[in-house]
């Protein structure tokens, strides 16, 4: 059995990776990280894919109601700045015992613009639990996922579960050393855009302008609300931290990840990288209450935080 090394004193964290080559060894690593929590009486939040839900309820004998938390990955994680709110959420629910989490934000199938995302997750993982006893273990399957995932893996996990060894992570830079990759520019939409810029006063014509256009897609009338508020809101946060003034793009796509997009750009700097990637609370000194709303509504966004100032792609997928 793969044994996951525990945190070494208080407040010491543990974000590895576990490499795995097939089912056994994924149930193994996984399997194993979980009874050991259960066996120290700590509760475990494990969150991957359907699919592995289904396998390692079965290799555990079921699990409900004794100490497992489970969570399907692919509705939990389907927007990658979704997960870290929701991790750090269930280990604020135990504050005095060290957190417990399986966390598989990677499968077969995520597009390239979500695998961007989620590596900017991993990367911000040891941030959001700077001083928090626990250990995270993310599952990665080596022979399902490209060869670029596998290498990010590497570079956003501190140590690394590999072979049944483990070992420190000698390709590991966090966030610093993957700023580079991260905000490369957004590709340029191919379809028609509608285009509208704000300032100061502007943001019912911006509300206004987006819901008009809106009108015209496929969104139901639900997940249209759900997207001018998060325009409202990027827009809101131009008027207030962007230099007062800001431009909105809109567009749609078809195929099998039909959707629609609206990309928000400012003038503004992200001071801090987990803003919106945490729930604010009303005392928060930390802000970031619009990008985590903007998080909740949409099914995906893309975050640039560059020289050239800092844009947020909105996606909400059609039906």
């Not at 990677?106 to 990367?123: C, I, N, T």
């Not at 014509?205 to 325009?231: C, F, K, S």
Request: net charge negative.
């Amino acid at each position: 059995m793969i044994t996951v090394p525990a945190p070494s004193g208080p407040g010491a964290f543990v974000h590895a990776a576990l490499f795995h080559q097939d089912l056994d060894e994924y149930l193994s690593g996984v399997g194993g990280f979980v009874r050991a929590a259960l066996a120290a009486d700590e509760p475990v939040l494990v969150a991957v894919p359907g699919p592995r839900l289904d396998a390692l309820r079965e290799s555990l004998g079921g699990g409900d109601g004794d100490g497992i938390t489970w969570t399907d990955m692919t509705e939990l994680g389907r927007n990658p700045g979704r997960i870290l709110a929701a991790v750090q959420e269930f280990a604020d629910r135990r504050p005095d015992r060290a957190a417990r989490i399986v966390g598989e934000a990677v499968w077969p199938g995520r597009s390239p613009a979500e695998l961007v995302e989620v590596s900017r997750h991993e990367a911000l993982v040891d941030a959001a639990f700077a001083g928090r006893a626990g250990t995270v273990l993310c599952p990665y399957d080596v022979t399902g996922l490209a060869p670029s995932v596998i290498r990010n893996a590497r570079r956003t996990h501190p140590t690394l579960i590999e072979h049944d060894r483990t070992l420190p992570s000698p390709g590991y830079t966090g966030l610093a050393g993957l700023s580079a990759d991260l905000d490369l520019p957004l590709p340029e939409p191919e379809a028609p855009v509608a285009r509208i810029s704000y300032a100061h006063g502007g943001l019912a014509e911006v509300r206004a302008y987006a819901e008009g256009w809106g009108r015209a897609t496929a969104l139901t009338r639900d997940r249209l609300n759900d997207l001018i508020m998060a325009i409202s809101e990027a827009a809101a946060n131009s008027l207030a931290h962007g230099g007062g003034k800001g431009t909105l793009r809109l567009w749609t796509v078809a195929g099998p990840r039909a959707g629609v997009f609206a990309e928000i750009h400012d003038d503004g700097r992200l001071a801090d990288p987990l803003a919106g990637r945490r729930r604010p609370s009303l005392a928060s000194a930390h802000g970031g209450r619009g990008l985590w709303m903007i998080h909740q509504l949409c099914d995906l966004v893309e975050v640039r935080a560059t020289e050239s100032g800092f844009t947020l792609r909105l996606y909400v997928a059609t039906p």
